[in-house]
């Protein structure tokens, strides 16, 4: 059974970085793409960004320009780095992936963004 570990959030101010990670483990494969969502108190899910076995990366307007998303696939590992944080990004971050034909999600971490 793949089971997807985020870590990395926690409170931050204004203008600060984290670095968000997200580990898959109980799986032989490497999984396709992979993927960070968030879900703010209220709103619907919405994609962060992607990353493709072959790391090529898609970015949400949201994020774009300050947003980094990385893989280590020798670790199964997708990374987000966040910088230029704003209170708006206050959510709790989810990691997705698919092992094709599957899709799986992380537990989810929260970042708080806030003086």
């Known amino acids: 059974q793949v089971q997807l570990v985020e870590s990395g959030g926690g409170l931050v101010q204004p203008g600060g970085s984290l670095r968000l990670s997200c580990a898959a483990s109980?799986?032989?494969?490497?999984?396709?793409?992979m993927a960070w969502y968030r879900q703010a108190p209220g709103k619907q899910r919405e994609l962060v960004a992607t990353?493709?076995?072959?790391?090529?990366?898609t970015y949400a307007d949201s994020g774009r320009g300050r947003f980094t998303i990385s893989r280590d696939n020798a670790k199964n590992t997708v990374y987000l780095q966040m910088n230029s944080l704003k209170p708006e990004d206050t959510a709790v971050y989810y990691c997705?992936?698919?092992?094709?034909?599957?899709?799986?999600w992380g537990q989810g971490t929260q970042v708080t963004v806030s003086s």
């Open positions: 997705n992936a698919e092992f094709w034909p599957w899709n799986y």
């Open positions: 109980g799986s032989t494969r490497s999984p396709n793409h």
């Open positions: 990353i493709t076995s072959g790391d090529a990366t």
